[in-house]
């Protein structure tokens, strides 16, 4: 690593002049900016393999990295889920299928997906390459730490699959880690799994708090001039808020992992009471399996939001995009964004009306989860206002939007039933909470990504996925997904409690067999289409349609670019400097149907911009 | 145009399962119909918003497609049309919240007349207590549990001698008498889950949780753990069977009290002792 600090594109200069051209003309000037108050650093080029494609200090690079690592997890929690669905749907058919097993599958199918799939893809991945792109910035403003936050996911990536392979197999506990059976014989891997677990976390949360100061620090600080917090894109008010979330509601997750692992290793009592194992009192006593639960939650909660909020940012911006106009409500998007984010940490004891906690929380925390129903209606409003006199494509971004609607609504309503505390009681722990997160916080986000993933390959790789194959990619897994998911809240219903190995001939079930086989045929389904994706990549990398400069006609900072895919450094010689809010669509006056961010007032002087 | 056709078609499929789906409540057996007539409320509410939303959104599809040459309507705000949105989502949110605190109020309020049942879980299986003729459960704790003694029951508690031990999963109730659920677990979490009597809660070692329900209707259930305890959990079930008042007392007369086990355990132990002497004289 011999490569030296050098001045390659010579834009250290440039600050000093672009405050000489400005200066003693602000009045009166429409394309006045205010000058940059620091001038322009240059960042370190990695000449190497290993500095440019290893440990790489470029975000667009690690957030590929972290993108493959994440697809990487998520295609392991996809084929859990195959198994799980075997076992449900036809049990006894795969003979080495015992209820260790399963419990195992359902466990890690849990944390990879939530954690090491979602918000690694989210944040990690998206994060990385979009914000410094989005908000005119040459690379995150640390970017070494930025490379050690990735390779600090990979290790925990890699300590979380090796807990297949150790004694005992990974942890079967459920992915929210309950004690006392966590660490208790009974459960499967409660030996070296657990334990495994608990580090990996633990290192997840360490590398991610390096990975999200530099978000934050990112969209604070490192802006271009211009650039003011409301004209920031959706997208990057999304991924910010909920890196303010992860910075506050990991670290909860972090101490009860510590403190889970020393009632593990050091016999202390943090979560653990007197407890009686096949007569012998163990050494335990005086812990409280309920304050994990709180402490799980404090985290477990935002941690949805944490998924949610840049799903929620990126959508909006990609219908504004394909719609041919401004996001609709723009001011309340941005506070409903961190209104939602601000009251998810006031409503985590949801998920435990029935956990014995004293039943007089169940009135606060009811009242503040339906008061979140608000704002995220806002949203729902807005995005379909936004389509209302659009010119909308309806090209395969687009319809992954409308599947996030269409599941998100039918999922954020489902959550209205779990939220309000008494109707929960008959329905928790029953597959109706098993089809309703899938649906909301499974499935929708899972459905932005996609759209995101043919709106930005573009950008990434210089070239179009095929529209056809990515439209028959939808279609199998919108309906899939909605028919798995759909049917599966009237199991509960019936009933049907979820992490159940088997049901037996119970009576609550006889009805439920042949619903159970289809949901686990249609999952088989849905998980073979994604390899329609994989497909789709590597045919366009290929032979696909070269994308050229802003394909999709967009405003936002990323299509602005010196070179596609863009080089490290992003912007070539000059930073962009930023004249309005990337919503310019289909402005009154204006020759074509957008505006990019950069164009100055005097470029469009006939048309009726609204001042943003 | 295809687009907007088969959404259309996702949105009627839902409506129509969701009218004549063969897949829904199990018939209730317990006072808690409130949570059934809440959870219709919330249907009615929220399928109305879902119906709403998707089919404007399908509208648009159909309205609003792509031609070129069009322009888009450019209209960032409209601070009216938000207000009234928010306002009548406010409404409907506190539509849907009020019936749900109130019956949640009725959840954590026991009636004063409601039978105490103490139900013990472990990995995996249940047992259960009922206080005897004094009306009351005598105290107890989880060091105190050994093969004499399987409730852990304070001997020095004299309300503890008349307890109904019933060491096996079938519990019987009787109908039309809000019973007391108190929960109790000697190693991980559980949940006396019943699916007909709607209710539920966890039983957490360390501590003694409780919920109430009246059944009312005779029959046989069949109790369910519905909080995850390891490897068994599946297979940790129960019985419960409701009868009428007469039946009930018949079943209660048969069974034993904590005293009567002990002084059982007693005599055995004493005629056990009995045979060893026998064979050590021999």
């Not at chain 1, 936004?386 to 609607?405: D, E, K, P, Y």
Request: charged share 15%; hydrophobic share 50%; glycine share 10%.
């Amino acid at each position: 690593m011999s490569d030296e600090l050098e001045n390659k594109s010579g834009y250290q200069a440039q600050s000093s002049e672009t405050v000489n051209e400005y200066s003693g003309s602000a009045v009166g000037d429409v394309d006045y900016v205010r000058p940059a108050e620091v001038s322009d650093q240059d960042l370190y080029h990695g000449h190497s393999f290993i500095t440019k494609w290893v440990f790489c200090q470029d975000a667009k690079v690690i957030g590929v990295q972290y993108f493959l690592t994440a697809v990487f997890t998520g295609i392991v929690g996809l084929i859990l889920s195959w198994l799980m669905r075997l076992q449900l749907g036809f049990p006894g058919l795969a003979g080495f299928m015992t209820a260790e097993h399963y419990y195992q599958f359902v466990t890690m199918h849990g944390m990879i997906m939530v954690v090491y799939f979602l918000t690694a893809l989210f944040l990690g991945g998206f994060g990385n390459y979009l914000i410094p792109l989005m908000v005119g910035a040459r690379d995150m403003v640390f970017p070494y730490v930025n490379m050690i936050s990735f390779w600090m996911f990979f290790v925990a990536v890699a300590v979380l699959m090796a807990s297949f392979f150790v004694p005992g197999g990974p942890t079967g506990s459920g992915w929210t880690l309950y004690p006392p059976q966590a660490i208790l014989e009974g459960t499967p891997g409660s030996g070296a799994g657990i334990l495994l677990m608990l580090i990996s976390l633990s290192l997840f949360v360490i590398g991610f708090t390096m990975g999200g100061l530099n978000y934050l620090i990112t969209v604070l600080q490192a802006r271009t001039r211009g650039m003011t917090l409301m004209r920031m894109p959706l997208t990057v008010w999304g991924i910010f808020t909920a890196t303010v979330l992860a910075m506050l509601a990991f670290p909860a997750l972090l101490v009860s992992s510590i403190m889970m692992t020393l009632d593990k290793v050091l016999e202390t009592s943090f979560f653990m009471p007197t407890i009686i194992k096949a007569g012998e009192v163990l050494g335990y006593g005086g812990g409280s399996p309920i304050l994990f639960q709180h402490l799980f939650w404090f985290f477990g909660h935002p941690e949805v939001y944490i998924v949610a909020l840049p799903a929620f940012g990126i959508v909006s911006d990609l219908i504004s995009v394909h719609s041919r106009k401004n996001i609709f409500g723009y001011r309340m998007m941005v506070w409903a964004i961190v209104g939602i984010g601000a009251l998810s940490f006031f409503v985590w004891a949801h998920h435990m009306y029935v956990s014995g906690m004293n039943p007089w929380f169940g009135f606060f925390f009811a009242t503040t989860t339906l008061i979140i129903a608000v704002p995220t209606a806002m949203k729902v409003y807005n995005w379909i206002l936004t389509l209302w006199r659009g010119n909308i494509r309806i090209n395969t971004v687009m319809l992954w939007c409308l599947g996030f609607i269409v599941t998100f609504v039918n999922g954020g309503i489902t959550g209205i039933f779990l939220g309000n505390v008494s109707v929960d009681v008959p329905l928790s722990d029953t597959y109706f909470v098993v089809a309703h997160f899938h649906m909301v916080m499974g499935i929708a986000p899972l459905m932005v990504i996609m759209g995101a993933v043919y709106h930005w390959f573009p950008l990434v790789a210089g070239r179009i996925l095929d529209e056809g194959l990515g439209k028959w990619h939808f279609w199998i897994t919108f309906l899939g997904a909605y028919s798995i998911y759909f049917p599966m809240h009237y199991l509960g219903f019936i009933g049907v409690p979820r992490r159940y190995f088997e049901m037996y001939d119970s009576p609550y079930m006889t009805s439920g067999v042949g619903l159970n086989e289809f949901i686990s045929l249609a999952a088989f389904i849905v998980g073979a289409a994604q390899f329609i994706l994989i497909y789709n990549i590597i045919k366009t990398l290929k032979t696909g349609k070269l994308a050229g400069k802003n394909p999709w006609q967009a405003n936002s900072l990323e299509w602005q670019t010196s070179t596609v895919p863009p080089e490290h450094g992003n912007f070539g010689e000059k930073l962009p400097v930023v004249h309005r809010w990337p919503y310019d669509f289909s402005v009154p006056g204006a020759k074509d149907d957008f505006i990019p961010q950069t164009v100055p007032p005097s470029e469009v002087i006939d048309t009726e911009v609204e001042k943003t | 145009m295809h687009a907007g056709i088969v959404f259309f078609l996702v949105i009627l499929g839902s409506v129509l399962f969701h009218i004549f789906t063969p897949w829904y409540w199990t018939d209730i057996a317990s006072n808690w119909g409130g949570m059934d007539d809440t959870i219709t409320l919330t249907f009615w509410v929220g399928g109305g918003v879902f119906v709403a939303v998707c089919l404007f959104m399908t509208y648009c599809i159909f309205k609003f497609s792509y031609k070129e040459g069009r322009k888009a309507e450019y209209k960032p705000e409209d601070k009216k049309l938000e207000r009234i949105l928010t306002w009548a989502t406010t409404i409907g949110v506190v539509a849907l919240l009020a019936p749900g605190l109130i019956i949640w109020n009725q959840y954590v309020n026991v009636p004063k007349n409601a039978l105490e049942v103490d139900v013990m879980a472990w990995q995996w299986g249940w047992q259960y207590r009922l206080p005897g003729e004094d009306g009351k459960l005598g105290t107890t704790k989880v060091i105190n549990i050994n093969d004499n003694n399987p409730f852990g029951i304070n001997t020095d508690d004299p309300y503890g001698q008349d307890d109904v031990i019933i060491q096996s999963d079938v519990l019987n109730l009787k109908t039309n008498r809000p019973v007391k659920i108190l929960l109790r677990s000697v190693d991980v979490l559980h949940n006396w889950y019943v699916p007909q009597f709607r209710a539920k809660m966890d039983a957490v070692p360390g501590v003694v949780t409780f919920y109430w329900f009246e059944p009312n209707k005779v029959g046989e259930y069949e109790v369910l753990c519905a909080e995850y305890c390891g490897v068994g959990h599946y297979a940790m079930r129960g019985t419960v069977i409701v009868q009428d008042e007469q039946n009930y007392n018949q079943w209660l007369s048969e069974q034993e009290t904590f005293s009567e086990f002990v002084a059982k355990l007693d005599k055995l132990e004493i005629e056990e002792k009995k045979i060893v002497k026998k064979i050590n004289l021999n």
